[in-house]
């Protein structure tokens, strides 16, 4: 740990962002179990969930990024043991359990009308007595998800195509009147109350105030970065910067964070008191467009000098990497980025397109990757591994990832 570390070159900066987010630990030799699952996220603070699932699950990618062949059904075996909870942490996101009282602030200007949210606020203003009857149903009947009372009279249209049922759950969700106590088949949250889903020695917790929620939330986000901007710490737990920039510098006074300079950035930056820098960083890495490594783009631009945009949205003659492209960490730096597909009816892990950024050699860092690339596919159990011609960097990775059948655990 050199001096104080109140200057960082940006290669310390590195390493301590990734050693931050889990990288710094060498991957169990075997399959990582719920244990582990649930001790990464407590150390990440947060995981965001989306439902694309043309590769796999949004959410588990993460944990393979860090923990490499994992238990695949660790994220609900966790839920139902009361270790993790959902809640719009990030965006959607899973959580550690014991900081669910920190968003009870949140949960609550949502209730009271504090802070209004997409047309949820309205919906209860104008049918209180449904949403209330709802609730009451929940509390009386279990969980449920929104399909058993369901409203809807006509097939349903696009994903944010909500009935009043739907509309009405997601607002108590959002008050934190409900909770998901899981998810379906279909990906469906299962909606139960708070008394039924939290351990009793989370739900007994008394509820802090916002302002001091808000510090611990950003002391969270301090450990989670390594080193971040004002900004960088808001956006961990989606504050607004101009509500936290006060609470930052009293966190400073207090001792608890330190302001850095980092070379290149205009921003001051902040690290945690107990932070320490790695010597060095050799992890290699799939990520999700959503893994809270990348997830805020002006960071990786700062950090990582690698612009990124996710294309799904995107038509396809417009796409510049393709649909679901990973960015691909090598050592301390993000050095390309895979458009990739679960072909399940083949049995095989597709690599639509490949690219190296520019400055990095393919032949340099092929076998790694490709690797990497393998052990994913037998982690999904896809028997094959099947790279296309799109992109710079197909060839060497095609090369590197050879043609034999990749061994799986049925």
């Given at each position: 740990m050199p001096k104080r570390l109140d200057e960082l070159s940006i290669v310390e900066a590195r390493r301590l962002a990734l050693?931050?987010?889990?990288?710094?630990?060498?991957?169990?030799?075997?399959?990582?179990?719920?244990?582990?699952?649930?001790?990464?996220?407590?150390?990440?603070?947060?995981?965001?969930?989306?439902?694309?699932?043309?590769?796999?699950?949004?959410?588990?990618?993460?944990?393979?990024?860090?923990?490499?062949?994992?238990?695949?059904?660790?994220?609900?075996?966790?839920?139902?043991?009361?270790?993790?909870?959902?809640?719009?942490?990030?965006?959607?996101?899973?959580?550690?359990?014991e900081i669910q009282p920190l968003f009870r602030w949140k949960m609550d200007a949502a209730r009271t009308g504090k802070a209004k949210h997409w047309g949820l606020t309205s919906f209860y203003e104008d049918n209180k007595s449904y949403v209330n009857r709802l609730l009451r149903h929940v509390e009386k009947n279990g969980p449920l998800t929104a399909r058993a009372v369901s409203t809807r009279t006509e097939k349903k249209g696009t994903w944010w195509d909500w009935d009043e049922a739907k509309t009405a759950l997601e607002y108590l969700?959002?008050?934190?009147?409900v909770m998901s106590s899981g998810r379906g088949s279909d990906f469906a949250r299962v909606y139960d109350v708070p008394e039924r889903v939290l351990p009793a020695k989370v739900l007994n917790v008394p509820t802090p105030d916002e302002r001091d929620a808000r510090k611990q939330l950003l002391i969270r986000a301090a450990k989670g970065h390594g080193v971040a901007?004002?900004?960088?710490?808001?956006?961990?737990?989606?504050?607004?910067?101009?509500?936290v920039k006060p609470l930052i510098a009293e966190l400073v006074e207090e001792g608890v964070l330190r302001e850095v300079s980092v070379n290149g950035w205009k921003q001051p930056a902040f690290v945690h008191r107990d932070s320490k820098l790695p010597t060095r960083m050799n992890a290699v890495a799939l990520l999700s467009p959503f893994d809270s490594l990348v997830w805020y783009r002006p960071r990786n631009e700062r950090l990582f000098n690698f612009h990124y945009r996710i294309e799904i949205y995107t038509p396809k003659p417009k796409r510049k990497f393709g649909y679901y492209v990973?960015?691909?960490?090598?050592?301390?730096?993000?050095?390309?980025?895979?458009?990739?597909?679960?072909?399940?009816?083949?049995?095989?892990?597709?690599?639509?397109?490949?690219y190296v950024e520019p400055g990095v050699a393919a032949n340099k860092v092929a076998d790694r990757i490709g690797a990497e690339v393998r052990s994913m596919a037998e982690w999904l159990s896809l028997e094959h591994v099947v790279v296309g011609r799109r992109g710079g960097f197909s060839a060497a990775l095609a090369g590197a990832v050879g043609s034999r059948r990749v061994r799986t655990r049925r």
């Open positions: 050693a931050a987010q889990g990288f710094g630990a060498p991957r169990a030799r075997a399959t990582s179990s719920t244990v582990d699952v649930v001790a990464l996220m407590k150390k990440l603070g947060v995981v965001q969930i989306d439902s694309v699932n043309v590769l796999v699950r949004s959410q588990e990618l993460p944990l393979f990024a860090r923990l490499g062949n994992h238990d695949r059904s660790a994220i609900p075996k966790a839920t139902s043991q009361g270790k993790i909870f959902e809640y719009w942490g990030h965006e959607a996101a899973h959580l550690p359990v969700f959002l008050t934190g009147q901007t004002a900004d960088d710490l808001a956006d961990y737990y989606r504050q607004r910067p101009a509500a990973l960015p691909v960490l090598c050592g301390d730096t993000l050095v390309g980025r895979l458009d990739m597909k679960a072909d399940r009816a083949a049995g095989t892990l597709r690599v639509e397109a490949a």
